[in-house]
Structures are given as structure tokens and as C-alpha cells.
């Protein structure tokens, strides 16, 4: 993407999506994190001159979405075709996780038997049929990796299983969804752990330090963007 160095700001769009409660979890953070960041803003660190916001206008826009195979992209779908973002940020809850996963890659393939938001469980095989078996992510991964390693208290892994329950089925359906724009849309999905403040937690992270970790994420990839 072309910059010209004027001094009209770059208009680009965000959209964060997560997942309301669900299976015992009263609090998913995939909800909160997203509905934070639009409230807030994401936006340049006055004082840092390579901060690759500056001189971006970022639109963010958040979503919810239910914890259900066909409701949840039909409601992503929706949005996407309304908000028409240039980065689509999926987050949902890994409960075990102990700090944020980096999802390489969504497979084309359900199979667990814990039943949806619709008390669907859905059948063991391709979520579309004779689409291609897995779509990597579009999100600079390692880019993102960097940023987090320089801030110690984010602890962060890239993996390269989403699971096989509604998360990886959204994933997948984004960029599948994606693949088929006409124009360069980066998509991808970044699990989240439980909410926990203790100072050290075994598992989960402080939703502060999820919000300024989904920033780390925006903002690397607005410098990607940028830069294709
Ligand atoms: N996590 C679930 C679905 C919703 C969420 O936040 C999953 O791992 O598929």
C-alpha cells in the first residue's frame, strides 16, 4: 500500500471480533478485549516517531459473536460486508492457555463433541466441502512476536492448532473469506487466556495486559499493511 507523504491521515479500518460466554466461562475475555479497544481507540504514541500509527486515522470496530458454528460467521459475515476493514483482528477464550497463541493456520475440519450456543454438534469432517484443507494466517506473526517479546510481562507462543470446536471453525471461514476479496484484506485469530490477576498466574493474563497485547497486534499489522 502507497503512502504519500502528505499531510492527510491514512484511513484504514479494524475489526476485532470475539465470542460471548459460554461452557461455565461467565467472563471470555475474546468479549471484553475488543469492546476496550473500540471504546479506547487505537492510536500513535506521541512520542514515538516510528510509531507506524502516526499519521493513521484507525477506525475500530468490535463484535460479538455467540458461541455457535453458523451464528457466529453469519454474524462476522455481516460485519465484514458492513465495515469492509482493511485488518480483521478474530480473538476467542483457549482456557489452558497461559498467555496469548498466536494462530498460525485454521484447518478445514470439525470434529468435537461438545454441542454449540444452538446445541449443534457438529459432524467430524471439512467445514467446506472441497475447500482447500487449511488457510494459513495473514497477520505478521512474527512481526507481533517481536513487539511482545519486548514487553516481558506478555507472554506469548505461535501454535498451530486453533482446536477443532467453534474458534477454529470462525478462523477458518475468515480466510476462506479473505482468499476470495479482491483486494488485500489481513485476517487472522489470536487466542486469549482467562482473565487472572494474580502477579504470577499459572494460567491467564490480567484483561489490561490483553488489551495491550491485541494493540501490539493492530499496530504491527497496520505496519504490514503499509508496507505491502
Ligand atoms: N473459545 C471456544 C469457542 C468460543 C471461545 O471463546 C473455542 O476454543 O472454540
Same mark, same amino acid.
Request: proline share 8%; net charge negative.
Given at each position: 500500500?502507497? &503512502?504519500?507523504?502528505?499531510?492527510?491521515?491514512?484511513?484504514?479500518? $479494524?475489526?476485532?471480533?470475539?465470542?460471548?460466554?459460554?461452557? +461455565? $466461562?461467565?467472563?471470555?475475555?475474546?468479549?471484553?478485549?475488543?469492546?476496550?479497544?473500540?471504546? *479506547?481507540?487505537?492510536?500513535? @504514541?506521541?512520542?514515538?516517531?516510528?510509531?507506524?500509527?502516526?499519521?493513521?486515522?484507525?477506525?475500530?470496530?468490535?463484535?460479538?459473536?455467540?458461541?455457535?458454528? /453458523?451464528?457466529?460467521? =453469519?454474524?462476522l459475515e455481516r460485519e465484514l460486508e458492513r465495515v469492509q476493514p482493511d485488518i480483521v483482528v478474530a480473538t476467542g477464550l483457549k482456557r489452558?492457555?497461559?498467555?496469548?497463541?498466536?494462530?498460525?493456520? =485454521?484447518? @478445514?475440519?470439525?470434529?468435537?463433541?461438545?454441542?454449540? /450456543?444452538?446445541?449443534?454438534?457438529?459432524?467430524?469432517?471439512?467445514?467446506?466441502?472441497? /475447500?482447500?484443507?487449511?488457510?494459513?494466517?495473514?497477520?505478521?506473526?512474527? /512481526?507481533?512476536?517481536?513487539?511482545?517479546?519486548?514487553?516481558?510481562?506478555?507472554?506469548?507462543? %505461535? &501454535?498451530?492448532?486453533?482446536?477443532? !470446536?467453534?474458534? @477454529? =471453525? %470462525? !478462523?477458518?471461514?475468515?480466510?476462506?473469506?479473505?482468499?476470495?476479496?479482491?483486494?488485500?484484506?489481513?485476517?487472522?485469530? $489470536?487466542? %486469549?487466556?482467562?482473565?487472572?490477576?494474580?502477579?504470577?498466574? *499459572? +494460567?491467564?493474563?490480567?484483561?489490561?495486559? *490483553?488489551?495491550?497485547?491485541?494493540?501490539? $497486534?493492530?499496530? *504491527?499489522?497496520?505496519a504490514y499493511l503499509l508496507d505491502m
Amino acid at each position: 500500500m502507497n &503512502t504519500a507523504a502528505n499531510s492527510e491521515p491514512t484511513r484504514l479500518s $479494524v475489526l476485532i471480533s470475539g465470542f460471548g460466554p459460554y461452557d +461455565h $466461562v461467565p467472563v471470555n475475555p475474546s468479549q471484553l478485549v475488543p469492546k476496550l479497544l473500540a471504546e *479506547q481507540g487505537i492510536a500513535a @504514541n506521541p512520542g514515538d516517531l516510528d510509531d507506524p500509527l502516526r499519521g493513521v486515522q484507525l477506525d475500530v470496530h468490535a463484535v460479538t459473536m455467540p458461541v455457535s458454528y /453458523a451464528g457466529s460467521w =453469519a454474524m462476522l459475515e455481516r460485519e465484514l460486508e458492513r465495515v469492509q476493514p482493511d485488518i480483521v483482528v478474530a480473538t476467542g477464550l483457549k482456557r489452558a492457555a497461559r498467555g496469548i497463541l498466536l494462530e498460525r493456520g =485454521a484447518l @478445514n475440519r470439525t470434529d468435537s463433541t461438545r454441542p454449540d /450456543a444452538d446445541d449443534v454438534v457438529a459432524d467430524r469432517g471439512p467445514i467446506r466441502e472441497g /475447500a482447500p484443507a487449511a488457510y494459513w494466517t495473514r497477520l505478521p506473526l512474527r /512481526a507481533i512476536l517481536n513487539a511482545f517479546s519486548k514487553d516481558h510481562t506478555l507472554p506469548a507462543s %505461535l &501454535t498451530s492448532d486453533a482446536g477443532t !470446536f467453534v474458534c @477454529n =471453525a %470462525l !478462523f477458518y471461514q475468515l480466510q476462506d473469506w479473505a482468499a476470495h476479496q479482491t483486494r488485500d484484506v489481513l485476517t487472522g485469530f $489470536v487466542s %486469549l487466556p482467562l482473565i487472572n490477576d494474580e502477579p504470577h498466574p *499459572q +494460567h491467564g493474563l490480567p484483561l489490561e495486559r *490483553q488489551v495491550v497485547a491485541i494493540r501490539h $497486534v493492530v499496530r *504491527q499489522s497496520v505496519a504490514y499493511l503499509l508496507d505491502m
